[in-house]
């Protein structure tokens, strides 16, 4: 097998083998942009809309009903954090230099050389079992939120051959806040979540898509990262995918980020597949990318837009050679692993056979003419449910405050200005880079690794000079174009972290994974500093660690975040009070309970639960609903306290069944 070795430049090799102190200061600058108050922001550890709208539920989460979550990452996110940094730097050294580092380089080693169809069986097989593993152990099957609840409700309906239905006659009693009002109901959401969910909702596997999606990224990130630098580079990148908990959380979900960034992540491989493989082979790979661009559109549109920047600028890469100083390179041969037919790293890297950009701009006009045609589908959709080709469902759901731009936004009367704008681009960038540290956020799927040092610590050492390549600039305009794109949304996401930027991680996998190796030493001179296969495996170690650790913290009642617990505990107390009650058919009226009611508004919507009608308390008007079913009645009263809930059923009067009567 030919052997793979690093190429380090002579300014690099001035600078000695591995610098420890370089992950501590990346840090240091970390801590002072992120941790650094703005004049004119507000501070960040006074919360956001979010705890003034839920209040206490949120704030004191019990971990073993001693300490909050918020604490215990209070006190890593300071000093302690520096200090971990530090110590996991010198231990990374110790390894390289150390008698007792042999297994790192061996398990290293078994990452590098297992043959490609094994490592992609491998992967594909790993990310589809831990998501199932975390879907069943950790989160539930059972969907919680409102926007799972949307898309399922969307993908009935398409599994029933309809874009909307007709709401039923008393429909003020069954609103919900995802769903559109009026004469007819359909999800808000674009119609490619749901359309990739119907059919597995109708075989009755719907949790199956998550985890499958996961693997399709993990995937692609791998394969680009082949293409892009070397078989080395793509395959702890990929790993790095399977191991973090931010990516394994939406792989658990009903939610759309993992199709989204599945066809993402897909279309940029496609679009450098198709400048590397030239004419013939490269129409069909454009082609491909734009499909998996259109469904992006369809999945997430301002998602799609966001990552254009950052796909065309892959493309003219792809053509010019990426050029990694520093990077991976061959003697004599292709990488181990590079899958054939692929150029050899040294050669495409290092501007070997560069495509014209002539040929570019026609393989990008190939993935834009492939993608508007399957996008164009958006107004059709549009004009069926909303009733105009440019009106949005989110329009329909939530009125004007889900436009994009300034002024008087959403549901939480919030004036969206700029300074709040980039607030929320820096809430978004520390919960994505914070892991345990994130002081701001108690929710602990912030952080794209559950590390004890800041994640962009890594990709900071290709700042060092000679080492930044176009591919990683490249790369970077993944999450800073779709940062930027959200810059013009009020919306904070309050679940699961900074679910808008998750469709980025696939190129920071690649960046983390770039860093990393940036700083092993040359071939021949092992003792300059950690060779690739100990710093491969010590990262995936320390990553499998924090995620094992992660799971152990979000295990149980506290799963991911305030606003799922909350909704999980809720769903469990409706059941323990109607079986209490002995309620088993009839018109149960849900009282105080808010947007809780989506809770039992899923199970007749999604479940096709008949036996029991779950209604919105409206008073005296419940008996007029009474009336038309002739059913029995009962209010279940909510006590208002997402974090012991219970609810109080009572039976409605008998005489109150009956039309006319008194």
Known sequence: MTSIHLETPPAARKQGGFVWWLPPAAALIVVLWFE??????????????????????????????????????????????????????????????????????????????????AFGTWLLLASVALALVWFFGVRGTTPRLGDEIAYLFQARLFGGGKLWMAAPPDGEFFTVRLVTRGKQWFSQYPPGHSLLLAPLLMAGVPWLLGPLAGAAGAHATWRLGTRLYGSRTGRLAGCLALLSPFFLFQSASYFSHSTCLAACALAALGVVAAVQNGARRGVVCAALAGLALAMAALIRPLTAVGVLPGIVALGFVAARGARPRGGEATSGGPPAGAPHGIAPAASRDTGGAPGPFAGVVGMLAVVALAAAVVASVLPFYNKATTGRPWVWGYEMAQTSSHALGFGQRGDLDVDYTPARALFNARVRARWLDGGIRSGADPIPGGGLFFWPFPMIALPLLLLRPGRASRADLALVLFPVALAAGYLFYYYLEICWGPRYLY??????????ARGALSVASPAGKPGRGPGPASIMATLLAISLAGGLAHAGLVTGERAYDPVTWATSRVDRALDAALKGAGVDDGVVFLKDAGAFYEVAWRRMFVDGEKRILFARDRGDENHALLAKTGRRGWVATFNNNPRTPRFSVDRLPDFIVVAGAP
Do not use: H, M, N, Y
């Open 503 to 512: 469709e980025s991680s696939f190129a920071l996998f690649l960046l983390v």
């Open 36 to 117: 650094a108050e703005v004049p004119g922001l507000p501070r960040l550890e006074q919360g956001t809309e979010l705890w003034r709208a839920l209040g206490d539920s949120g704030k004191g989460q019990g971990l073993s009903g001693l300490l909050s979550i918020r604490a215990v990452v209070d006190v890593a996110s300071r000093l302690g954090w520096l200090i971990a940094t530090a110590c996991v730097a010198l231990a990374v050294a110790a390894i390289a230099r150390g008698r007792w580092g042999e297994w790192a380089r061996r398990a290293g080693r078994w990452v590098e050389e297992l043959p490609d169809r």
